[in-house]
């Protein structure tokens, strides 16, 4: 899977980490920054991230900071991005299965370090369960159009 990632400052280890880890399970990564631990602005990061996602450069899209709350607030003003925040593997599977999500948000300071391998590959595997949720992604879409 083609995958986009980017962070600020405060995911930056994390992004670092999880690079390797998509690496290791055959993923191809493209790192949209930042590329130093010195605070910067985490919109200058994800908007590619998510612009890149929603064009269909990419298949998904991780984005990290602090809390990840900015960051998918950022990538969900993307059309067409389905942008969930994850703070355990329950909520990495849920934002697959019922919101088809392409773009995963990971706050670095809210879940540790030995989570990631479980959470990355629990939402990069976990299909889409369609039915009910597809009809309500759908009212999502004509919302965003009626804007």
């Not at 809210?110 to 889409?128: D, G, H, R, V, Y």
Request: charged share 30%.
């Amino acid at each position: 899977m083609k995958i986009a990632i980017g962070t600020d400052h405060a995911g930056f280890e994390y992004k670092e980490k999880i690079k390797i880890l998509l690496a290791e399970m055959g993923h191809e990564v493209k790192d949209f920054g930042t590329y130093t631990n010195d605070s910067c602005d985490y919109p200058d990061f994800i908007y590619p991230v998510a612009r890149a996602v929603a064009a269909g450069e990419y298949e998904r899209g991780i984005v990290l900071g602090g809390s990840g709350n900015g960051e998918a607030i950022t990538a969900n003003r993307i059309k067409g991005i389905r942008c969930t925040i994850t703070w355990d593997i329950k909520s990495a599977e849920l934002g697959r299965q019922h919101n088809d999500s392409n773009v995963l948000s990971i706050g670095q300071r809210m879940i540790s370090e030995e989570q990631l391998p479980a959470i990355l590959k629990t939402w990069l595997e976990t299909p889409f369960d369609g039915g009910r949720h597809l009809r309500r992604i759908r009212k999502i879409d004509d919302l965003f159009e009626a804007i």
